[in-house]
Structures are given as C-alpha cells and as structure tokens.
C-alpha cells in the first residue's frame, strides 16, 4: 500500500529519481545471495564490461560503489587530487553548487566561475585560467554535463578543446549523473579522466548505485593523491578485481540483477535511439512550453537539456503551488525550483525509460494545474504542439519493425 494512497499509477516526472520499468522491478524481486558465491562475481565481471559501453569507452576501469551520486563525486574527487590542489569549477544551478560546496570541505583549492542561473558554464574564462596558468598549477577542471536545476546541457567537446589547445595536463572530471544514457556522451572521445552517473536517473534504477569511470591518466593519478579516502577507494576496488571477487564490501544484490537488466533493455533499444527518444522528448517539451505561452529557463538553445525542462512562471504565481497541486489533486509528480530558482521555476523531468504518449499525458496534467492556479492556458495548445512534433518524428519501434 502506498503511503499516501491515489488511484491509478503516480506520474513521476521529477527528473530522477524515475520510473522503474517492469522487467526491472521482477529482477530485482529476489532473494539475497552470497556475494562470495561464483554466481555474483560472473556477473559483476560482465557488467563491468558492459557499463563501459554507456560511457563510450574502451580504455577506461568502472566501479560500481554503492552510494548515490554524492558519493560518485567524492570519489571521484578523492582519488585523484591532493587537498591543496587548485581546481576550476563551474556554478550553474544548484547541484553544481553542491559539488562545489564538497570540493572546498575537501579543502581543495577551488576557482569558481559562476554564471547566471540558466546560462551554461562560460568557457571563455575557462580559456583565459588555462592560457595563463603556464605553471600548469590547475590540476583538474569539474564541470557538470547535464545541470538539473536550470535545464542547462554544457559542451563537453569544447571543454577538451580548449584543454587540448593550450596543452594543459589537468584533470577533466564530468558529473554525468542526469545525462549518462540520456544525452550524448564520448569519455573516449571527449578526453574525460573522470565521468560519473547515478543508477535512479537515466538508468532507470533506483538510488543506490554511483558508477564512476576512470580512464588510465585518472589511474595514474590516484597512485599519487593524498586525499584520504576508505570507501571509496579505488584501490579497494582494483585490489579485488584482481582476485577475481570484485567486491571489498557487500553490494547491493537486488540492485546488480537490476543493473543487468536495465542495460539489456538499453542495449536492445541500442544507445543511439535512446539518445534520439530523449532528444524527441525534449523537443517536444520546449515545444509545448512555448505553446502554453512561458520561457524555459535555459536562456539559450545551444544549452537545452534533453533530461530536463524547467519552466519559468509568471511573477504572479509561486511555481511550488503548481508543484503541490500536480501531486494533490492529479497524482502528478514535478520538480520543484531549487535555491535561487526556488518559486520561479516549475521542473518536468524526461528522461529514463520513458516513451512519446506518457509524456503526452504529463503535458495534459500540467495545463490543467496551470489553469487551477489562474494561468490562462488554453487547454490541448500545449499537447497538441506535441503530438504534431511526435506524429512527424517518432520512428517506428526497433524491435517491431
């Protein structure tokens, strides 16, 4: 029974945690085993294998450490920087001001470029550090792929390009968490030392698995950091995959056979077309924002999120009444604004595995709780504009063709 009980299925729309496909749910509807047992280290060795592939790289060693996205970050923090070290950090929105929070308690030295909530990280500064830091003294730059909070979708090609052009060695740690399976990423490709995802975003898990991938520089790297770290260390890690075992502590059962299962279905679906169906849903949300007669946040198009829209209110109305009622009287769930964004913004999750008429029916529910709140919307503008977009681009489904 649920704890506040309504009919029909919850519309989860927050931009993770999100829905948990039904082949997911039955596989982790099982018992515990020994995880010393052959069974759990002959699979974790083929998942090792197989989340490399949603990072796009060949090169680079995952861990799979049970914890959320937090702790991804401290991680990936941890094992290869030294307190002291100056790093350059971005301020976007509200989760990238988290990290930053925890890269200074970890008593890093931390350059902060901070940009108005809504634009994307500004590479132009980044440019100017990198050409005159000849020192080379900045030891990693931290950048969020996907903000959350706002909407905003960085550019990590330029990031590298940048990097590579003044031929600086630092460090390039990426906070994957709500795009890794969802928006285009190439650790390989883009040079990323450090990228990081959470298994209740796009993975379309719940909470519990922080997956950190860390190419052979990173390694390198963590030989000589001197940030104390115990549970997460990779060297823990390494240690065991050597032995065979995997595991220097118990992992979450229930969540591995999920993990298996989810990327099965992603690995049908294939990731290219996953990326597409986001692109798709995200096109259409814009689209019907624009209908409704409101602004995205993201104050530019080079900087749309495919995970996330975040939807600016009129002043007259507090964006978090819109949040209640969704959830009071539709059985709707919607983000909230977070921080300086709080009341102005309204958040509709799209990503995991999530298809064209499930969000056609978050659309319906928002215009009529923009109309219980004194917004004249026309009911269906936004809908409509949606399912026109939808009706023209979405293919044909894969596996029933």
């Keep these: 029974m649920d704890y506040v009980y309504g009919p ?37 060795k083929i998942l090792l294998e197989d989340v490399k ?25 941890t094992n290869t920087l030294s307190p002291g070290d100056r790093i350059v950090s971005f301020l976007i929105g509200q989760f990238s001001l988290l990290w930053i929070d925890q890269q200074q308690r970890l ?122 770290r115990v549970f997460f260390d990779w060297n823990d890690y390494l240690k065991f995959y050597k032995l065979g075992t995997y595991w220097p502590y118990t992992p979450s059962i229930q969540l591995l056979y999920g993990l298996r299962t989810a990327l099965d279905l992603l690995f049908e679906e294939g990731l290219d077309n996953v990326i597409a169906r986001h692109s798709r849903l995200g096109k ?13 946040c993201t104050q530019s198009e080079e900087w749309f ?5 975040a939807v600016l209110v009129p002043p007259y109305i507090e964006s978090s009444e819109i949040v209640r009622r969704a959830w009071k009287r539709y059985n709707l769930s919607l983000g ?15 990503l995991g595995n999530l298809n064209e008429l499930q969000l056609l029916g978050c659309l319906a529910g928002v215009e009529m709780v923009l109309r219980d709140v004194g917004y004249p919307v026309k009911l269906g503008s936004g809908v409509a504009a949606a399912s026109a977009y939808f009706q023209n681009n979405t293919p044909l489904i894969p596996s029933r063709i």
């Design 107 to 228: 008593n890093f030295k931390v350059d902060v470029v901070e940009s108005e909530w809504g634009q994307g990280a500004n590479l132009d500064i980044l440019e100017s550090k990198l050409a005159e830091d000849t020192a080379h003294t900045i030891k990693a730059i931290c950048i969020v792929h996907n903000e959350t909070a706002t909407g905003v979708t960085n550019n990590l090609a330029k990031v590298r390009r940048i990097l590579d052009e003044y031929r600086h060695p630092a460090l390039f740690l990426v906070d994957g968490v709500s795009s890794i399976c969802a928006i285009d990423f190439r650790m390989d490709e883009w040079g990323v030392d450090v990228a990081l995802t959470g298994s209740q975003k796009a993975l379309s898990l719940p909470t519990g698995i922080g997956i950190v991938c860390a190419s052979p520089k990173a390694l390198e790297a963590s030989k000589t950091a001197k940030s104390v």
């Design 336 to 350: 909230l604004g977070l921080n300086k964004v709080a009341g102005k913004v309204f958040r509709i999750g799209h």
């Design 305 to 309: 999120s495919d995970t996330v829209t």
């Design 8 to 44: 029909g299925r919850n519309h989860l729309f927050v931009p993770g945690p999100v829905n948990i496909p039904e082949p997911v749910l039955r596989a982790m509807n099982r018992n515990n085993e020994d995880y010393r047992s052959p069974a759990v280290p002959a699979m974790t």
């Design 53 to 77: 592939k949603i990072f796009k790289t060949t090169t680079g060693t995952p861990f799979m450490i049970p914890t959320t996205g937090t702790g991804a970050w401290e991680s990936a923090l």
């Design 284 to 296: 259409a949300t814009r689209l019907a924002v624009e209908a409704w007669g409101l602004k995205n």
